[in-house]
């Protein structure tokens, strides 16, 4: 059986690379080893967070719309992570956060 995160996964991924060669870091001398800590941290949880948004948003499209823009906050943010602890409750946390914004904005009802 296939997970209900693939055709999201492969969406996300073209989205996630056009996306991360636009962010600009300048010209840093780790800059590649962050790009493969943090693609690690992508593959490993990307149908996690997928299945997490899915569960608060009613339409599939949303959730991945949401779950790419929760990881490129991540991305963003992710000088900030401290690699001591785990990855998947940071996200999960940037990903619920999102998820609580888009609904103030769009005013929808969290699903229980």
């Known amino acids: 059986m296939r997970s209900s995160a693939s055709s999201a996964d492969k969406v996300f991924y073209l989205k996630f690379f056009w996306i991360e060669t636009a962010i600009c870091l300048g010209d840093s001398v780790d800059l590649s080893q962050r790009r493969s800590e943090f693609h690690a941290h992508l593959s490993d949880n990307f149908p996690k967070v997928y299945n997490y948004v899915r569960r608060?948003?009613?339409r599939p499209e949303t959730a991945e719309d949401l779950t790419q823009e929760a990881f490129?906050?991540?991305w963003q943010a992710f000088d900030r992570f401290d690699p001591q602890k785990s990855f998947l409750p940071w996200i999960l946390q940037i990903a619920r956060h999102t998820a609580?914004?888009?609904f103030r904005k769009h005013r929808e009802l969290?699903?229980?």
Request: no cysteine; net charge positive.
């Open 72 to 74: 490129l906050k991540a």
């Open 100 to 102: 609580l914004d888009y």
């Open 110 to 112: 969290i699903l229980p």
């Open 56 to 58: 608060l948003v009613r």
